[in-house]
């Protein structure tokens, strides 16, 4: 089991940044890619970016590509993901998960452990 805890939402312009962060305890983090997910009201909720356990590959969704970073630091147990030109429409709520595989998946199913979650809300 892993206990997942996000850092780092809140309120900014559109056009600003944030970064978020989630650490993790329990697993050997090194052992599972991690991805972030979003949910808006009414939505379903959506893998915005992905990576495998050592950092070398990711997936992106199209609508933050170009935009979002995700990265990992495996000696901190954290993945972090930089939002850069930020929109009204990137408001949600975002969540860290940890896969059951260590190779890049964006499949909910494919998740065992999920964060609490961290508002980001970007204003127009």
């Known amino acids: 089991q892993v206990q997942l805890v996000e850092s780092g939402g809140g309120l900014v312009q559109a056009g600003g940044s944030l970064r978020l962060s989630c650490a993790a305890s329990?697993?050997?983090?090194?052992?599972?890619?991690m991805a972030w997910f979003r949910q808006a009201p009414g939505t379903e909720r959506e893998c915005v970016a992905a990576i495998n356990w050592n950092g070398g590959d990711t997936s992106y969704a199209d609508s933050v590509k170009g935009r979002f970073t995700i990265s990992r630091d495996n000696a901190k147990n954290t993945v972090y993901l930089q939002m850069n030109s930020l929109k009204p429409e990137d408001t949600a709520v975002y969540y860290c998960?940890?896969?059951?595989?260590?190779?890049?998946?964006?499949?909910?199913?494919?998740?065992?452990?999920w964060g609490q979650g961290t508002q980001v809300t970007v204003s127009s």
């Open positions: 329990g697993r050997t983090f090194r052992n599972y890619a």
């Open positions: 998960a940890a896969a059951r595989t260590f190779v890049v998946t964006t499949t909910p199913s494919d998740f065992a452990s």
